[in-house]
């Protein structure tokens, strides 16, 4: 049993010395991976808009139209959401549960209707479907003009927030290094803006409706995508040993935050019951993977280049 334990141990020992061997040799090859990724990314965001003329879904709160609470245990809310959409096949409808500590409490009609009659049809087939009478049920209105005009506001926000991290990040590189380092700063920002990217895909594919919280989400995963990448370049200019050395360094710590920061992330969605906060981990949990991805492969290997050219291993 000794023997068998210990051979155990010595073969792991062995597939960690030849993945650290790859990602020390092989890291011109290893942006394949990557690259190959935000191909897939572009093709899938291109195909949604080409079919719904948007990147993704929105919620009412950003494309306008009504919201139907209804207190109820009914729990189908895939069946409902099916008779809703063969009764309004022009329209985007979503249902989703309501929940408090587990329990089914209601659940949430969401439709891109504008008007009186369409609505009016909507509120009678979920009255007479869940039994309960239509004043019982609360209604909410979004304005189709007011929807899209918060919505512009939102990109707008996040495009120059997306212009003032890149800005900080040029100015910081500056101050530690004593002179402007375009290449690394636009390393860092293109890491940032394919992590949106991915991550946008990937909530098209599921079919999230995204709210205006889940649109606040990718500003924080700006921030986290940052930090990594920032803790890349600094330890690879600035730190001792072959670069090799410095890039693993670097790896290993950051690897230990997004993990952490992973698990926290992936605990706050199994727990939380409101929709918006799940919504947000959701799009956080599946940034920091994609993270992990292009900052350890992408702007690791593209960075290790730069400096080599440099004479700076």
Same mark, same amino acid.
């Given at each position: ?60 709160? @950003?494309?306008?139209? +009504?919201?139907?609470? !209804? ?50 049809? @909507? ?16 209604? *909410? ?8 005009? $918060? ?18 990040? =040029? ?8 002179? #402007?380092? #375009?290449?690394?700063?636009? =390393?860092?920002? #293109?890491?940032? $803006? ?13 079919? +999230?409706?995204?709210?205006? !919280? ?44 997004? @993990?952490?920061? =992973?698990? !926290?992330?992936? !605990? ?10 799940? *919504?947000?981990? @959701? ?6 993977? $994609?993270?992990?991805?292009?900052? #350890? ?17």
């Amino acid at each position: 049993m000794a023997e068998n334990g210990s051979s155990g141990v010595s073969g792991e020992k062995s597939l960690v010395s030849s993945l650290i061997r790859v990602y020390d040799t092989k890291y011109r090859k290893l942006l394949v991976i990557p690259a190959a990724v935000i191909v897939a990314a572009v093709v899938v965001l291109l195909m949604t808009y080409s079919s719904t003329g948007s990147f993704f879904k929105k919620d009412i709160s @950003l494309s306008g139209g +009504v919201s139907v609470i !209804a207190i109820t245990d009914f729990s189908d809310t895939a069946l409902l959401e099916a008779e809703l959409f063969s009764q309004f096949p022009e329209s985007d409808v979503s249902v989703r549960r309501l929940s408090q500590l587990g329990k089914s409490t209601g659940i949430v009609v969401e439709a891109g209707l504008q008007s009186d009659e369409d609505i009016g049809q @909507l509120l009678a087939f979920v009255s007479s479907r869940l039994g309960i009478p239509e004043d019982d049920l609360t209604v *909410q209105r979004v304005g189709a003009s007011l929807g899209r005009s $918060f919505l512009n506001k939102m990109m707008v926000g996040i495009a120059i927030a997306f212009a003032l991290m890149a800005l900080a990040v =040029f100015i910081y590189f500056r101050i530690i290094s004593g002179k #402007w380092l #375009w290449l690394p700063g636009i =390393f860092v920002v #293109w890491t940032a $803006f394919v992590d949106i990217l991915c991550t946008l895909a990937v909530i098209s594919i599921l079919g +999230v409706h995204l709210s205006a !919280a889940g649109l606040a989400a990718f500003l924080m995963l700006i921030g986290y995508s940052v930090d990594t990448d920032i803790l890349l370049t600094v330890r690879a200019l600035k730190g001792s040993g072959p670069l090799a050395e410095r890039v693993r360094s670097a790896a290993k710590t950051g690897l230990l935050m997004s @993990l952490t920061a =992973f698990g !926290a992330v992936v !605990a706050g969605y199994s727990f939380a019951e409101s929709e918006t906060v799940k *919504q947000i981990m @959701l799009i956080l949990s599946v940034g920091m993977l $994609f993270d992990i991805v292009h900052t #350890w492969l992408t702007n690791a290997g593209l960075l290790r280049i730069y400096l080599e050219k440099r004479g700076m291993v």
